[in-house]
């Protein structure tokens, strides 16, 4: 019985550093889409200057 305690504790560690490395994935991934579209704009800009 006292083994439950930290399975427990672990558990609960583990799906919040889960939670942690999703979120943080997402907003990286975000941020590369944002800095992708305003590079693209960028070189059609470009393209039209020229």
Known sequence: MPQMAPMW???????TVMMLIITM????????KI???KSSMTFKKMSWTW
Do not use: C, G, P
Request: hydrophobic share 60%.
């Open 9 to 15: 504790w672990m558990s609960i560690m583990a799906l």
């Open 25 to 32: 994935m997402v907003n990286y991934f975000n941020t590369i």
């Open 35 to 37: 800095i992708s579209k």
